[in-house]
């Protein structure tokens, strides 16, 4: 599977988008329009085997409700994800058996080469 996650209203996804050259054949999925399902989540958890990987701690949702004194568990971050798109770290790059999470500069240009070395 060749998926990207995305927000497309956030400028870091578009540049990361456009930086990385997202070839055609990837599905993309703006996951403000359209939700993640819990069968997505589980293959992008199978891939990256934790829900606390894929939780965007940057989340305004994530600050106003003081989750940052809470201890969570996995699958209150699994829960979370699925209540509300924000919680996703964002851009998601699935390249096959790969996947690649967040927008740091080193996960971003791991992303390029995996798309563009195969």
Do not use: W
Request: glycine letters at 2%; proline letters at 2%.
């Amino acid at each position: 599977m060749q998926k990207i996650y995305y927000l497309s209203t956030c400028d870091t996804c578009k540049r990361i988008m456009d930086e990385i050259e997202i070839p055609q054949s990837f599905i993309k999925q703006d996951i403000k329009t359209q939700g993640i399902t819990e069968e997505e989540l589980e293959e992008l958890f199978n891939l990256s085997e934790s829900y606390e990987a894929l939780f965007s701690k940057r989340a305004k949702l994530y600050k106003e409700r003081n989750l940052k004194d809470k201890e969570l568990l996995e699958e209150d971050y699994r829960n979370l994800i699925l209540e509300h798109y924000t919680f996703l770290k964002r851009p998601v790059i699935v390249n096959n058996d790969e996947i690649f999470i967040g927008n740091s500069k080193k996960t971003v240009e791991a992303a390029k080469a995996s798309i563009h070395n195969n």
